[in-house]
């Protein structure tokens, strides 16, 4: 049993270790090798606009199968990288970006987090300054005398000894 485990933890391992497979189907693989590279590069930072967190080039919904042809379409047609990405941006606007640019609507997207970090460091600055400091020579209270004798006679009745 514990060898049948193991094989399946290697194997899965190697699977995993593999890499995550590309979507790009043969079909639109181009013939060309510079223009499928650049098409690759392109395709890296371009996001699915169904999965949102993949890649069109990772992605096997037919969006991202359309936006890979078109993409491909345009760098056949002759267009540099910057005008194919372009075109894609024009037309499905920054989202289609994984990296969108800092502009005036991303701006909280971009600085959102730093922000909230930024304020939650700073109250938690406030409520620390705001606690009183621990006295290091809190000695515990001494007894008064009454307060011995009584003790004391409650020791001398206890039937613990």
Known sequence: MKRRFLLA???FCALMATGQSQAVEPSEVL???????????LSKHLRCVVCQNQSIDDSNAPLARELR??????LKA????EAANDYIVARYGNFV??????QVNTLLLWFGPGIIFTLALLAYWSLIRKRPPK???DAPATLTAAEREELQSILKESPIS
Request: cysteine-free; glycine content about 4%; aromatic content about 0%.
């Open 9 to 11: 933890t290697l194997v």
């Open 31 to 41: 013939t060309d090798p510079a223009l499928e590279t650049r098409a690759r590069n």
């Open 69 to 74: 042809v078109l993409l491909r379409e345009r």
């Open 78 to 81: 002759g267009d540099t990288d």
């Open 97 to 102: 970006l994984l990296k969108p640019p800092v």
């Open 135 to 137: 006295s290091t020579n």
